[in-house]
């Protein structure tokens, strides 16, 4: 499975984004999907994931309420909608997809991973 992330860019606080992940190579709606991001001299953490059966998602509590993970089959695509952006949301943010479970992905140990798109919040 190749990973595309895109859809970062810059924006002030309160503002929204949607990064988007487009998946090709292997039958996308079999695998659990995820987003992580990295911010300067921070480890990678875990942001949100989608179990492709049943469609149940999870999310860190710094972006509950805040950012909703969704999936397009159709179009082999999770996105991942940020509102009430905040600075400290500020990081590379990438996605990651794993065939065994959605357990997996939250814990970072997804097989697949994409490079990664930057998102900058501005005070």
């Known amino acids: 499975v190749q990973l595309q992330a895109y859809g970062g860019g810059l924006v002030q606080a309160g503002g929204s984004l949607r990064l988007s992940c487009a998946a090709s190579?292997?039958?996308?709606?079999?695998?659990?999907m995820g987003w992580f991001r990295q911010a300067p001299d921070k480890e990678r953490e875990f942001v949100a994931a989608i179990a492709w059966s049943g469609g149940s998602t999870y999310y860190a509590d710094s972006v509950k309420g805040r950012f909703t993970i969704s999936e397009d089959n159709a179009k082999n695509t999770v996105y991942l909608q940020m509102n009430s952006l905040k600075p400290e949301d500020t990081a590379v943010y990438y996605c990651?997809?794993?065939?065994?479970?959605?357990?997996?992905?939250?814990?970072?140990?997804?097989?697949?991973w994409g490079q990664g798109t930057l998102v900058t919040v501005s005070s």
């Open positions: 990651a997809a794993d065939k065994l479970s959605v357990r997996s992905v939250i814990d970072g140990r997804s097989d697949y």
């Open positions: 190579g292997r039958t996308f709606s079999s695998y659990d």
